[in-house]
C-alpha cells in the first residue's frame, strides 16, 4: 500500500479515516474533531462580548447537529431548558475566553493527530516512511555532503580572517570552522559503517554506532572550545592594564560576514529534516551554532577594534564557554539514547494499540515497555492470553505480533512474552550486581 491509496481513504468532510470496526474497536474515529468543528470552537469565544446583554443567538448547524447525539454538550450562545410545557428559560451565556478556546483548540488538533496515528495500518506507517525516505533522499544527500563542502570553504575563509586580523574572537570562530569538516566526514563514516553490517559479528546491527559518532562529535568541539578558553585568558592576564584599542580589519569582518550568511542558509535547509534524522539533526545543530558564534564573534572582533581591546579575548571565553554547553548538553543527550531512556508517550501509545488490537486471542495487556537503544527503539511486551489455548496458537499470535512490532519504523526490535494471568510479580528484575 502506497501514500497515493491511503489518502483516497480518508472519509468526505475530513473525518478521518474511513474504518471498520475491526480496525477501530474502541470507536476513536468517532472522537475526531473535523475542521469545521475546530472552527466552532474559535468561533464561540466571540459570544462572551454579547453575554452581558443577555442576547440570544441563534444555533449553528454543527452545534444542533452536535447536540443530537447521546451524551453531547450544548455549544449554543443560550442554554434551553425545557421542562414539559414549561415557557423557555434563557440563561446567559459564559463563553470561553479567547486564550482557553486555543488551549482548547490545541487539545483537540493533538487528540486529532494521536487519533490518526493509532488507526493507522502498520503497512500504512511503514508506506509513510519509506515515502519519506524516498522523498528527502536527494534533500539528505545535499545536506550531507552540502555541509562537507560548504564547511570546507569556510574554513580556508575564516582561517584568513583570523590570521589577518590576529583577533582572539575571530581564531575561535577559525577553531570551530576548522573541526566542522572533521566532524562532518566523522558522521559520515559512522553513517556508513552503520549500513554496512557483519551478522556473524554484529548480530544486532551498528545502529549504535550512529550515536556514539555523534558523541564523539560532541566532545570534539567542546574540547576545542577549552583550549580556546585558556588562549583568551592569558591575553587577558598578559595585556592586563593596557588601554589601547586593536587595529580594525575590514576584510575579516567581511569573510566571518560571509561564513555566517552561508551558515544561516544550512540551518534554514536541515531545519525540515532534523526531527527524522539523527545525523541532520546533528548538523543541523551544528549549523545553529555556528550562527552564534560567528554573530557574536562579529560584534566582539569588532567591539575589541572600535571600544576596549579587552573585548575580543572576553568575546572569545563568552563564546567557548557556550559552545562547550551547548555541546555538552547535545552529548548528555545522545548518552541517554544509548543508556536506554524511555520512548515518547506517542510511541508508547502506538506500540500499546497495536497489541490491544492486534488478536481477538490476546486477552489483557499485562505491561509494554519501550526504551532507546540507540536511535532506534528496543519493544518489551507482556500479553496475555487463555490458559488452554494450544501450543502453536500461542505461538503464532506472539510471532505475528513481535513481526508487526518490528515492522514500525522506530522500532529495532520486539520481545514478545506470553502469560495466562496478570497478578504474578514482574518476571525481570534491574540487575545492580553480578
Known amino acids: 500500500m502506497n501514500l497515493e491509496e491511503i489518502e483516497s481513504q480518508r472519509a468526505p468532510g475530513g473525518r478521518l ?86 488551549r482548547l483548540q490545541g487539545f483537540y488538533q493533538a487528540q486529532n493527530e494521536t487519533i490518526e496515528r493509532l488507526l493507522k495500518s502498520v503497512e500504512e ?6 515515502q519519506e525516505q524516498g522523498d528527502d533522499h536527494l534533500k539528505v544527500q545535499i545536506a550531507v555532503w552540502g555541509s562537507l563542502a560548504a564547511n570546507v570553504l569556510l574554513t580556508v575563509l575564516q582561517l584568513y580572517a583570523a590570521i589577518s586580523s590576529g583577533s582572539l574572537s575571530l581564531f575561535t570562530t577559525m577553531a570551530d570552522a576548522i573541526f566542522d569538516p572533521l566532524s562532518n566526514v566523522t558522521l559520515i563514516l559512522t553513517n556508513r559503517a552503520v549500513r554496512r553490517v557483519d551478522p556473524a559479528r ?31 585568558a592569558r591575553e587577558l592576564a598578559e595585556h592586563d592594564g593596557e588601554t589601547a584599542v586593536k587595529n580594525f580589519h575590514l576584510p575579516s569582518i567581511i569573510a566571518v560576514c560571509v561564513a555566517f550568511g552561508t551558515k544561516l542558509s544550512l540551518f534554514l535547509f536541515t531545519w525540515s529534516l532534523k526531527d527524522r534524522y539523527s545525523q541532520i539533526r546533528i548538523l543541523w545543530q551544528d549549523h545553529r551554532n555556528d550562527l552564534l558564534v560567528n554573530g557574536f564573534g562579529i560584534l566582539t572582533s569588532v567591539g575589541g577594534s ?23 548538553r547535545t552529548a548528555f543527550t545522545e548518552f541517554l539514547l544509548l543508556v536506554g531512556v524511555v520512548a515518547s508517550v506517542e510511541i508508547q501509545q502506538l506500540i500499546t494499540y497495536v497489541c490491544v488490537t492486534h488478536s481477538p486471542l490476546v486477552k ?71
Open 306 to 328: 572600535k571600544l576596549a581591546w579587552w573585548l575580543d579575548p572576553a568575546g572569545a571565553i563568552v563564546l567557548s564557554i557556550l559552545i562547550s554547553v551547548i555541546w555538552l
Open 17 to 102: 479515516p474511513l474504518v471498520n470496526e475491526e480496525s477501530d474497536p474502541y470507536g476513536l474515529s468517532r472522537r475526531y474533531k473535523t475542521p469545521s468543528e475546530l472552527a466552532a470552537i474559535q468561533a464561540n469565544t466571540s459570544r462572551k462580548r454579547d453575554s452581558a446583554g443577555g442576547a440570544q443567538r441563534p444555533k449553528s448547524s454543527s452545534a444542533a447537529s452536535d447536540n443530537n447525539r447521546p451524551g453531547s454538550a450544548t455549544k449554543a450562545g443560550t442554554t434551553t431548558v425545557l421542562m414539559g410545557n414549561m415557557p423557555k428559560i434563557s440563561l446567559p451565556p459564559f463563553g470561553r475566553t479567547a486564550a482557553q478556546a486555543r
Open 125 to 130: 506507517h511503514r508506506a509513510e516512511a519509506r
Open 202 to 232: 554484529f548480530p544486532s546491527g551498528k545502529a549504535r554506532l550512529e550515536t556514539v559518532g555523534n558523541i564523539v562529535f560532541c566532545f570534539l568541539m567542546t574540547a576545542v572550545s577549552l583550549i580556546l578558553i585558556a588562549f583568551a
Open 364 to 434: 489483557q495487556i499485562d505491561t509494554v515497555r519501550a526504551y532507546h537503544s540507540g536511535p532506534r527503539l528496543i519493544a518489551e511486551v507482556d500479553i496475555v492470553m487463555d490458559p488452554e489455548a494450544s501450543l502453536m496458537e500461542t505461538h503464532d499470535v506472539a510471532e505475528a505480533l513481535q513481526f508487526k512490532l518490528e515492522s514500525l519504523p522506530d522500532v529495532e526490535r520486539a520481545y514478545v512474552h506470553v502469560d495466562y494471568e496478570t497478578t504474578h510479580k514482574p518476571e525481570h528484575a534491574y540487575k545492580k550486581d553480578l
